[in-house]
C-alpha cells in the first residue's frame, strides 16, 4: 500500500511552482488556500515548503492558535528564528515546525502589539531580508486568527509584491472564530489582485479512483469507486482513512477481489468521527437536539416535515437551524424550503448518537408525520413511509408500502430495488408476511431487465439481473421460468 499519496491538484501545483519561480525574479505574491477539512489544505502546504526550499527560498511556517492567542502571534512565531538566538527548526504547539536557513539576533522583536507602527516597522525588516534572500511565509488556520494577525496578514499580502516573499495562509470557511472579517479580508484581496485564492474542492470521481488504485495496489470495480466517491463526498481525508480501516478490518480484500457493498450508514473510522464531532461539538445542546431530529429524516429533510415531525415553536426552530447553517453543518437546498447535511459524515454520527429505542420512536413518528402532512400526495413518499417503517420494526406496514412502491414506478432499477426491499423486510418480520407473489414479481422484473441488457450487448450486467431471477425462481419451484432464465444465460 502507498503510503505516501499526493493525488490530483496538479493544475493548483502548477499555478504555486510558478508563483515561487516568480518570487526567485523578485516578484512577491499571496496566496490563500481555502477548504474543508481533509481536503488537503497541509498537504499542499507542505509540498509548497518542499519546493520552495529546493528552489532556494528562506522558508518561514506558523499556525494561528484555537484559544487565546495574543496579536501578531502567528507571525511572531514564523519569525522567531529571526530574533532569538535558538536552534534553525523549532516546534510550536500542534505539532507545526518552523523552518529557517538562518537566525539572526535582534534587540527588538518582530510584530511587538505594545509598539506603535509595528506593521511598517515589522514588515520594512522582513522586506529588507528578503531582498537578500527570497522568502516563503507559511501561516496556517486562518480561521482562529484575531483581529490584529488578520490585518497583519492583509498589510503582508498589500506590500508583497514588490519584494521576494511569497506569503500563504490557509483556512476551513466552516471553523472561522469571525467568519465575516476573515471573508471580508479574503474579498479585499481579491478585488484588487492581491492574492490567489485556491479553492480545494473534494476529489471527483477519476481522482478518487486514482487514490483507491494506490492504497490498494490494483484498480478497484467501477461501483466500488462510485460508492466511496458518494459515501466520503470524495474528501480525501475520508477516503484515506475509510479504506484503510477497511483493509485492516478486512471488509476488502484486493487479492480475492471482495469489495463491500454500502447500505445505510457507514461504519466511519475514528479519525473521520473526531473531524465531524470537532464541527457538532461547537453547537448548543438544543441545535444538537434538532439536528438529531432531523437525521431521523434522513441526508436531506423539507423544513414543512421537520416542522410537523418535531414539536417545536417555529420561530425557535429557525433560530436553530440558522445557527446549524452558520456554522456549516447543514446547507440549504436550491430551489426549495428543505435542508440537507453538509456531509453524509454528519448525519451518520448525528444519527448513531441516539439511542437505539429512541430511535424506533422517532421513525414511527416520521412516518405518521409524512402520512398526516403528505395525505393528497402520499403515493410520492411511499419508498420514504416505508424505510421509516422499517426502521421503526413496523415491518407489515413498512412491507406494504414498499410492495405499492414498487407496483406504482415506471422506473424498473426503482421497481426491483423496491421489491427486494419489501422481500428483507418479510425475512425481518416476527411473523411470516406472504411474500410468494412478490418473488414471483420480483423475478419476472429480473428477466425482463436482464433481456433489455442483453439487447445492447450488456452481457455482464445482463448475467447479474438473470441469475438472480434464476435463484429465485430454483427456490420457488416455478420450472417454466427457470427453464426460460437458463436460454437466456445460454446454459
Not at 500500500?1 to 525574479?25: A, C, S
Not at 499556525?63 to 495574543?70: A, H, P, T
Not at 494506490?214 to 460508492?227: A, I, R, S, V, Y
Not at 412478490?438 to 438473470?466: F, P, R, T, V
Request: proline share 3%.
Amino acid at each position: 500500500m502507498t503510503e505516501d499519496l499526493f493525488i490530483g491538484r496538479e493544475r493548483e501545483r502548477r499555478t504555486l511552482k510558478r508563483l515561487i519561480k516568480e518570487v526567485k525574479g523578485g516578484k512577491g505574491s499571496s496566496v490563500i488556500i481555502s477548504g474543508e477539512a481533509g481536503v488537503g489544505k497541509s498537504r499542499l502546504v507542505e509540498w509548497i515548503q518542499s519546493e520552495a526550499e529546493e528552489s532556494g527560498l528562506n522558508c518561514f511556517r506558523s499556525s494561528c492558535i484555537s484559544q487565546d492567542g495574543l496579536p501578531y502571534q502567528p507571525l511572531t512565531d514564523a519569525f522567531d528564528t529571526l530574533t532569538s538566538p535558538q536552534d534553525s527548526m523549532r516546534s510550536l504547539p500542534l505539532g507545526i515546525s518552523i523552518f529557517s536557513g538562518r537566525k539572526k539576533e535582534d534587540s527588538v522583536p518582530l510584530f511587538d502589539a505594545n509598539r506603535s507602527n509595528t506593521l511598517r516597522e515589522s514588515f520594512k525588516k522582513i522586506a529588507e531580508m528578503a531582498e537578500e534572500e527570497p522568502m516563503l511565509v507559511s501561516i496556517e488556520e486562518l480561521h482562529w486568527a484575531d483581529k490584529a494577525s488578520l490585518l497583519a496578514f492583509r498589510y503582508i499580502s498589500e506590500n508583497a509584491s514588490d519584494h521576494p516573499i511569497m506569503l500563504v495562509g490557509t483556512y476551513r470557511p466552516e471553523e472561522a472564530v469571525d467568519y465575516h472579517l476573515l471573508d471580508e479580508t479574503v474579498h479585499h484581496l481579491q478585488q484588487r489582485n492581491l492574492c490567489k485564492h485556491i479553492k480545494l474542492e473534494p476529489f471527483d470521481l477519476e481522482e478518487t479512483r486514482k487514490i483507491l488504485t494506490c492504497l490498494l495496489g490494483t484498480e478497484p470495480p467501477n461501483t466500488f469507486c462510485k460508492d466511496i466517491r458518494a459515501k466520503t463526498e470524495g474528501n480525501p481525508l475520508f477516503i484515506l482513512e475509510t479504506v484503510k480501516s477497511m483493509l485492516a478490518k478486512e471488509y476488502i480484500k484486493p487479492e480475492e477481489n471482495i469489495y463491500p457493498k454500502f447500505n445505510g450508514t457507514i461504519e466511519w473510522p475514528s479519525t473521520v468521527k473526531y473531524v465531524v464531532e470537532r464541527k457538532i461539538v461547537k453547537l448548543d445542546k438544543k441545535t444538537r437536539n434538532l439536528l438529531q431530529y432531523a437525521s431521523i429524516l434522513g441526508s436531506s429533510f423539507q423544513y414543512s416535515l421537520l416542522s410537523e415531525f418535531v414539536e417545536m415553536d417555529e420561530m425557535e426552530m429557525l433560530d436553530y437551524l440558522d445557527t446549524a447553517l452558520e456554522y456549516g453543518i447543514i446547507e440549504e437546498m436550491i430551489n426549495s424550503e428543505g435542508y440537507s447535511f453538509s456531509h453524509s459524515a454528519v448525519r451518520d454520527l448525528l444519527y448513531e448518537s441516539q439511542f437505539k429505542g429512541k430511535k424506533r420512536l422517532l421513525h414511527r413518528r416520521a412516518a405518521e408525520a409524512i402520512e398526516s402532512l403528505y395525505e393528497k400526495s402520499l403515493d410520492m413518499y411511499l419508498p420514504q413511509l416505508a424505510r421509516h417503517y422499517e426502521n421503526a420494526k413496523l415491518y407489515d406496514k413498512s412491507f406494504e408500502n414498499y410492495v405499492k412502491a414498487a407496483e406504482l414506478t415506471s422506473d424498473e432499477i426503482k421497481k426491483i430495488k423496491y421489491y427486494r426491499s419489501a422481500l428483507e423486510v418479510s425475512e425481518k418480520a416476527p411473523r411470516s408476511l406472504d411474500s410468494q407473489e412478490i418473488q414471483k414479481a420480483l423475478g419476472m422484473h429480473l428477466i425482463e431487465y436482464g433481456s433489455k441488457l442483453q439487447e445492447k450487448n450488456e452481457e455482464k450486467s445482463s448475467k447479474i439481473y438473470l441469475e438472480e431471477a434464476k435463484e429465485l425462481f430454483g427456490n420457488l419451484g416455478e420450472e417454466t421460468l427457470l427453464q426460460k432464465c437458463r436460454e437466456l444465460l445460454g446454459e
